[in-house]
DNA sequence: CACCAGGCAAGTA
DNA sequence: TACTTGCATGGT
């Protein structure tokens, strides 16, 4: 069977299983943004009482965010972890988007892919990971988010090798996949999910996986 | 108690 | 380039 195939068959079983997955949890792209920094590394349960407590705050918006002292930024955030790393990274952002756009958010959201994706990894703080999650999630663009479940499920299912880094695992899907960012929306949210139900790093139910015997 | 969770940057050799 | 360490909360 081909790569291809195999690919396909995976996105098959897993929304037969499990159906549309209605990514990314949040209400505007701006909440994207933020929730891509602030679930680095953290589970998303963490996260959304941080983001709970910014929207309670009236907070979870470009002006009044960019506005409050990054130490205030980070007690709000605390039950996510790394609160001062992340409200440092969240600043940056916020910066990024006021000293080369003005503030306005939509011409910032609507550049162009490669030449975006390079700007948001330039930021400290935005790795591959966030930037991707931005790009597909918050702006649309069809760019496929390689994260720690699609690498574990990947090599838990022998379809690559332990030490495949980021970009193969990103080119595997995107060079033998449509280019489409609805398909990778729902493939990445599928793996999230599949791999939060049966993947878990120390006790999977490969037994119940709907990619059992690949 | 130990281990894990939708990473990333900085330091070292 | 390749490895190591710090960052930190809340759930199992």
Redesign the pocket.
């Given at each position: 069977m081909s790569t291809a195939d195999t690919l396909q068959l995976m996105y098959d079983r897993m929304l037969a299983r499990l159906g549309p997955q209605h990514?990314?949890?949040a209400e505007t792209p701006f909440e994207v943004m933020v929730?891509?920094i602030l679930?680095?590394?953290?589970?998303?349960?963490?996260v959304e009482?941080a983001i709970d407590n910014l929207k309670r705050a009236g907070l979870m918006a470009l002006t009044p965010l960019s506005e409050l002292p990054v130490a205030l930024l980070?007690e709000y955030i605390?039950?996510?972890?790394?609160?001062?790393?992340?409200?440092g990274?969240l600043k940056n952002l916020l910066e990024h988007i006021r000293c080369h756009f003005s503030n306005d958010l939509e011409a910032f959201l609507e550049q162009p892919l490669p030449v975006f994706r390079e700007q948001l990894?330039s930021?400290?703080?935005?790795?591959?990971?966030?930037?991707d999650?931005i790009l597909l999630?918050a702006a649309n663009l069809p760019i496929f988010v390689v994260?720690?479940?699609t690498h574990?499920i990947l090599v838990r299912h022998q379809l690559i090798d332990e030490d495949c880094d980021?970009e193969m695992i990103q080119e595997l899907f995107m060079d033998h996949l449509p280019c489409e960012s609805e398909l990778y929306n729902q493939y990445h949210?599928l793996l999230?999910r599949v791999?939060?139900l049966y993947c878990?790093?120390?006790?999977p139910d490969c037994a119940a996986c709907p990619l059992q015997g690949l």
């Amino acid at each position: 069977m081909s790569t291809a195939d195999t690919l396909q068959l995976m996105y098959d079983r897993m929304l037969a299983r499990l159906g549309p997955q209605h990514w990314w949890p949040a209400e505007t792209p701006f909440e994207v943004m933020v929730g891509a920094i602030l679930t680095q590394n953290t589970n998303w349960k963490n996260v959304e009482r941080a983001i709970d407590n910014l929207k309670r705050a009236g907070l979870m918006a470009l002006t009044p965010l960019s506005e409050l002292p990054v130490a205030l930024l980070a007690e709000y955030i605390r039950p996510a972890g790394y609160y001062n790393i992340k409200a440092g990274r969240l600043k940056n952002l916020l910066e990024h988007i006021r000293c080369h756009f003005s503030n306005d958010l939509e011409a910032f959201l609507e550049q162009p892919l490669p030449v975006f994706r390079e700007q948001l990894l330039s930021i400290k703080g935005i790795g591959r990971e966030t930037a991707d999650s931005i790009l597909l999630y918050a702006a649309n663009l069809p760019i496929f988010v390689v994260d720690a479940y699609t690498h574990r499920i990947l090599v838990r299912h022998q379809l690559i090798d332990e030490d495949c880094d980021y970009e193969m695992i990103q080119e595997l899907f995107m060079d033998h996949l449509p280019c489409e960012s609805e398909l990778y929306n729902q493939y990445h949210a599928l793996l999230v999910r599949v791999g939060n139900l049966y993947c878990k790093k120390k006790k999977p139910d490969c037994a119940a996986c709907p990619l059992q015997g690949l």
